[in-house]
């Protein structure tokens, strides 16, 4: 009966790298949500994504961040060029189908990201 | 904008009563989380309210008032293992989306 799995839980990148961030969301859940902790801030939501689609990006920058989540396999977030600023914890969430605008998320215990 | 307000940080007793505040000011709203998130966990949901009032749930009773845009959660007979941060969050609107905005958190102490 496992959780939302995210992995790696914590990764260092240097400046200009790129990070992969992998979700996979509980069983029976097809909503996928991604949230940045940065230092000493509340939880920001980024994007929220059904299979094979995008449904709500609004909280993702504009450059080199992308998400998706694929027919087959977890949810990747992936940032690009990262900069030390991208450093932070990010957490995927997950949901069943729903059908009102309540419900809770499930969420990981997070990827935290370093970059030197 | 949205805006979510809580204190930063709280002190309290082992076995006495705190009370967290959240206020807030935003563009809709359909209803309002507490989570729990110990230091370097996942944050775990604790109570959403949607209609006035209380509702409680063992040591733990969440209170809204959406007239005036507050929220409280709290916490009886508190135990060391309360310490952590308590996340206020709410979602807009009537949209089926799990998009919450939330509060930057307070970050509860409990001490013997």
């Known amino acids: 009966n496992a959780g939302v799995m995210q992995n790696p839980r914590h990764l260092v990148r240097r400046r200009g790298q790129e990070a992969r961030l992998r979700c996979s969301p509980m069983?029976?859940?097809?909503?996928v949500y991604w949230y940045r902790q940065l230092p000493e801030e509340g939880l920001k939501f980024m994007v929220y994504?059904?299979?094979?689609?995008?449904?709500?990006e609004s909280g993702m920058p504009k450059e080199r961040f992308s998400a998706e989540f694929p027919k087959e396999g977890p949810s990747i977030l992936r940032i690009q060029q990262v900069v030390r600023g991208d450093s932070a914890a990010y957490f995927c969430a997950s949901s069943p189908p729903r059908t009102s605008g309540g419900g809770e998320l499930f969420f990981g215990e997070g990827s935290r990201l370093t970059v030197l | 904008g949205q805006n979510i307000d809580q204190p930063t940080e709280m002190t309290a007793t082992e076995g006495a009563i705190v009370q967290i505040n959240c206020t807030y000011q935003t563009s809709g709203f359909n209803g309002l989380f507490w989570y729990q998130q110990h230091a370097g966990e996942a944050p775990t949901f604790l109570s959403y309210?949607?209609?006035?009032g209380l509702e409680e749930k063992g040591r733990f009773s969440s209170f809204l008032s959406r007239s005036k845009g507050y929220s409280y959660l709290l916490l009886k007979e508190l135990q060391m293992k309360d310490s952590a941060s308590y996340l206020c969050?709410?979602?807009?609107?009537?949209?089926?989306?799990?998009?919450?905005?939330f509060g930057q958190g307070t970050t509860l102490q409990v001490k013997p």
């Open positions: 069983k029976g859940h097809s909503h």
């Open positions: 969050a709410v979602t807009l609107g009537s949209s089926n989306t799990g998009k919450l905005i």
């Open positions: 309210n949607v209609l006035d």
């Open positions: 994504l059904q299979k094979e689609n995008i449904i709500d």
